[in-house]
């Protein structure tokens, strides 16, 4: 086979991780100077539950990334999740399994629908998860006009507000998904396929990759992630919450959090460690936001800034790269 389908993924740059170390001590001198604390118990755990949220959907989003693709439909799949989620639980332990099983597979589904319309109907990745998240849309729009169902409770009590000391167990998921991601996309075949046909997809085929079968694949694992952000934040809110996706921009902040950690929005470059890093710069920002009580567009307009620099940055170091290759 190929050396092209059996190359590992190439290791993220730690610029977003500098980045990380220098908006914690900026923003510690900032709130401190400010009159406020940004390393207390509070903080870091308010911090740590909104990288937990983000993180799931990331990470999903960081695997079609690097096959060359794009999902912009998981927030609608995140609020759906909720709603499943509750819905079925009706606020019953018993019917926690169940529910968690029936979210997963409503996700895959709507990740195999994606990865069908890219791959067998060559249909743009853009238009293709958009047009696919307007149909949950309006299915919740139609269906809903606020919170439904009512959380397990002992989903709640664990995977909501648990904690290992000041770490919430929504965290260590969201770890352990990342570590089992890295590992998929670092150790095995399908990643190296994965990786070979983000790079070029025409010489991953000459190479004997079935490109359709491993984006199909990435698309389902991206749905899954985000089903599984929804059952976090069902059991944050204790019931199901339609607009919860969007109004979180889960889409958006999820590809910032992949482009931040270094992976390259054509595919074939990056890492799931990268986005792990890009997602706790993000939720830095808003912590540091929050303790200083930085107006809510203001808050934007600087996340914006810091995304652009960071996908400016990415260029300017690609260009430098090909052109080094060039000579």
């Known amino acids: 086979m190929s050396a092209v389908v059996t190359l590992p993924v190439k290791r993220t740059a730690p610029g977003v991780f500098i980045a990380l170390a220098l908006t914690l001590a900026v923003g510690w001198l900032v709130v401190m100077l400010n009159g406020g ?181 990435a698309h389902v694992l991206c749905s899954l992630c985000a089903g599984l952000a929804g059952i976090y934040l069902a059991s944050r809110l204790g019931s199901g919450a339609p607009r919860v996706g969007t109004e979180g921009l889960y889409d958006l902040e999820s590809i910032a959090a992949v482009v931040l950690g270094g992976t390259a929005l054509a595919g074939g470059r990056g890492g799931v460690a990268g986005t792990v890093g890009g997602v706790l710069l993000l939720a830095s920002i808003d912590a540091i936001f929050n303790q200083l009580e930085v107006d809510a567009f203001f808050k934007q307009v600087i996340r914006g800034v810091v995304i652009i620099a960071a996908v400016a940055v990415y260029a300017r170091r690609s260009l430098r790269q090909r052109r080094g290759t060039a000579v």
């Open 37 to 217: 604390q940004l390393f207390n118990q509070s903080t870091t755990v308010s911090l740590l539950h909104v990288a937990a949220g983000l993180g799931l959907v990331a990470v999903g989003q960081t695997l079609v990334i690097l096959g060359g693709s794009l999902d912009l439909s998981v927030a609608y799949v995140i609020s759906l999740s909720t709603l499943v989620a509750a819905e079925t639980m009706r606020g019953s332990d018993a019917a926690l399994l169940p529910a968690v099983g029936l979210v997963l597979a409503v996700s895959a589904g709507i990740g195999l629908v994606n990865g069908l319309l890219v791959t067998k109907l060559r249909i743009n990745a853009f238009i293709a998860t958009v047009g696919v998240g307007l149909l949950l849309k309006g299915y919740l729009d139609n269906g809903y006009d606020g919170p439904a169902g009512k959380t397990a409770p002992a989903l709640v009590a664990s995977l909501g507000y648990q904690r290992v000391g000041p770490v919430p167990v929504s965290f260590l998921l969201l770890l352990g998904v990342a570590a089992a991601a890295w590992f998929v996309a670092t150790r095995t075949r399908f990643g190296h396929h994965l990786v070979a046909v983000g790079g070029d997809p025409e010489v991953a085929r000459l190479s004997g990759v079935r490109n359709d079968r491993v984006l199909i694949t």
